[in-house]
């Protein structure tokens, strides 16, 4: 257990339709960062958290969005779903925003495995 | 643009060999570059990177970044079975944000 929670670990849902993926950071961690990992792509940094502050952006679609809450964990919002969005979505926490990764990198979680049919 | 490329993108060897993956990237603002192993799930840190030239040891696997020449080298060497995995390269700027590449698909063969 890397400390970095994600819920749901699977999810099945048609196209066109809205979902919450959730994320609690690992203990004293205020970052917290998305990531989207396709079928054969590397990982795709999508946003970042820092405090309940967005931090820095990446190739995250305008119909994505992502907010941290004050008790640090993060949800990840994706709607209008297409095919193309399936994919697995981690989510990453560090420690702070001016040592992002301090002598470990990024904590990964487990991964929510997105399925859009 | 910031890009991070890998080669090979896959590796077939036999346990008892040496491999080395490769990493190079083109980042502004360079702060450090990482080595993860990535199995079924979560990638997993290997190793951090920040200057150049000193080596960084796990067991047997090893690695060393080259800043001037922008890229890193990951060994691992008498593989086994157990290796086998995605190995991702990821670079991390001082904007906070981390790109990482393809990745290299390793199988290690009994």
């Known amino acids: 257990d890397s400390g970095v929670t994600q819920t749901p670990k699977h999810l099945i849902t048609a196209t066109g339709q809205r979902v919450t993926l959730r994320c609690s950071p690992r203990?004293?961690?205020?970052?917290v960062y998305w990531y989207q990992q396709s079928l054969d792509q590397g990982l795709q940094f999508l946003i970042q958290?820092?405090?309940?502050?967005?931090?820095a952006k990446g190739n995250i679609l305008e119909r994505f969005s992502a907010q941290q809450f004050p008790d640090l964990h993060s949800e990840l919002n994706l709607s209008s779903l297409e095919l193309g969005d399936s994919a697995l979505y981690f989510c990453?926490?560090?420690?702070?925003?001016?040592?992002?990764?301090?002598?470990?990198?990024?904590?990964f979680g487990s991964g929510t495995r997105l399925t859009v049919v | 643009e910031d890009k991070v490329v890998q080669s090979p993108l896959s590796l077939v060897v036999h346990e008892g060999d040496t491999v080395t993956l490769n990493c190079s990237y083109e980042v502004t603002n360079f702060r450090s570059l990482l080595w993860y192993k990535q199995e079924k799930k979560a990638p997993t840190f290997l190793f951090m990177l920040?200057?150049?030239?000193i080596e960084k040891k796990s067991g047997r696997l090893s690695s060393i970044l080259d800043k001037k020449e922008l890229f890193s080298i990951l060994n691992i060497t008498a593989t086994q079975t157990g290796d086998s995995a995605v190995y991702l390269c990821?670079?991390?700027?001082?904007?906070?944000?981390?790109?990482f590449g393809a990745g290299t698909r390793l199988t290690v063969k009994p």
């Open positions: 920040t200057s150049s030239g």
């Open positions: 203990s004293g961690d205020l970052s």
């Open positions: 990821a670079v991390g700027s001082q904007t906070n944000d981390m790109r």
């Open positions: 990453a926490s560090s420690g702070t925003g001016t040592v992002p990764f301090g002598d470990y990198g990024y904590t």
């Open positions: 958290y820092y405090n309940g502050e967005e931090r």
